[in-house]
Each structure stands twice: as C-alpha cells, then as structure tokens.
C-alpha cells in the first residue's frame, strides 16, 4: 500500500513569508502527527490531528498551524518565516487508537529553506 | 514527562563488526519503545518496537532490541554491520496513556559511520 506522501519534497522561502505543508497519510490512518527536525533540537513534536481534530500539541508559537480534512490529508502552516525555522519537517501517520500503542509511518519529509 | 537518552552521537565501526546502539529512558510505567533508521534527505523508518512480552524483538534488516526494565534501557545491536547500514538511529518512547498518547519522545540520535 502507498506510504505518507509529504509535498513539496523541497522549498525556499524568505523572512516573512508564509509556507504551507501538506500530508497524505496512510489509507485507513486516522491521525497524523508532524514533527520538526532541526541539528540543533533533534526532532520535536509540533502537533497531532485525529479526526479532524488537534488532539495533541507541542511547544511551538502559534505562528505553527496545521488543520485536518475529513479524508485524514493534513496541511501546517508556519506564518511569518524565521531564519530558525528553517528544518526538515515530517509527517506520521497512525491508527491513532486510544489505548494500546500507535506506531508511526513516517514521510520523506519537506525540507524547508529560510532565506 | 517521558524522555529519551543516547549517550553516543556518533559511532564508527568496521564492516562485519557488531554494533551495540544504546538508548535509556524515562517514564513512570511500561513505555512502548521503537528505533527508527534515517538514511540522508529521508524520512524515519521503523526498524523494531516493543511493547510487552519477550523483551527480546527482531527487527527489519537484522537488527535486534533487547528491553531491560531494571537499566530503562532498549539497545539496540547487529551481529554484522554491512556498509549500508551507514545512517543516523533514533530511539523514541511512547506513553501507553495520558494526554500524551501517541506521541513520539525521541533521543538525539546517534550517527552511524561502517568503514569498509
């Protein structure tokens, strides 16, 4: 079956512009999760959808967004583009049952460039 | 809240050697555990978990992960490094409840380089 798509693989944006991410989990996942990959903090939890949802949240300022569509397809947003934002962000996808453990597929990612 | 230590940053072993990648961890209860492989510009791959019972788990391409509740700790080791083993490995922990269900808590990571 298909894995998690992550578009665009690539972009260059500059201070203060906007970006948008988009995600295509798994068929049949419910929840995706995004998380940033940066050398200096490792990788960080930014936010998790389920069922249109933000069921779970990180440390990020609220320039950080992300939304749900009711086909489990996930967008972030990062509004306001700093020189630091500059990562590989990734997306997960999982069942996202409440009880018992939810491994994560994760996507190539999309790593974001800020000039 | 759930953390997650790898001592080394950066490992060099030869080819055909063993490896031993060590990851300990914090959380109150029974964690579910994982180690991912990132090979450059790529995403995370799921190398093994564990989540109860035998505390030993195979894993996708000869890795194995051995869990010791007394240490908090879930090595990870291969009996033979092939040179496409080269990448960066992560260990994460996920709690089994609570608000954070389902969320990944990784370690740093740990570079792997396999000379020939």
């Known amino acids: 079956k298909a894995g998690v798509t992550q578009t665009p693989r690539y972009l260059i944006k500059t201070r203060g512009q906007q970006v948008t991410l988009s995600c295509s989990p798994i068929s049949g996942h419910r929840s995706v999760s995004w998380y940033q990959q940066t050398p200096g903090q490792g990788l960080q939890f930014l936010f998790e959808?389920?069922?249109?949802?933000?069921?779970n949240k990180g440390n990020f300022p609220g320039r950080f967004s992300g939304r749900q569509f009711s086909n489990s397809r996930s967008e972030m947003n990062v509004s306001t583009l700093e020189l630091g934002d500059s990562a590989l962000y990734l997306c997960?996808?999982?069942?996202?049952?409440?009880?018992?453990?939810?491994?994560?597929?994760f996507g190539a990612g999309s790593r974001l460039t800020v000039l | 809240a759930q953390s997650v230590t790898q001592p080394d940053i950066h490992i060099t072993v030869s080819e055909g050697a063993s490896l031993e990648l060590r990851c300990n961890y914090s959380y109150g209860a029974t964690p579910y555990l994982f180690w991912y492989v990132q090979s450059p510009g790529q995403g995370l791959q799921l190398l093994l978990k564990y989540f109860s019972g035998d505390t030993l788990v195979q894993g996708i391409k000869g890795f194995e992960a051995e869990f010791k509740r007394s240490q908090s700790s879930f090595n990870l080791r291969k009996p033979s490094v092939h040179w496409s083993d080269a990448a960066e490995y992560f260990c994460a922990v996920q709690a089994d409840r609570g608000s954070t269900l389902g969320r990944l808590y990784f370690g740093r990571g740990t570079q792997l380089t396999v000379w020939p």
């Open positions: 997960a996808s999982s069942k996202g049952q409440s009880s018992g453990a939810n491994v994560l597929t």
């Open positions: 959808y389920f069922s249109e949802t933000q069921r």
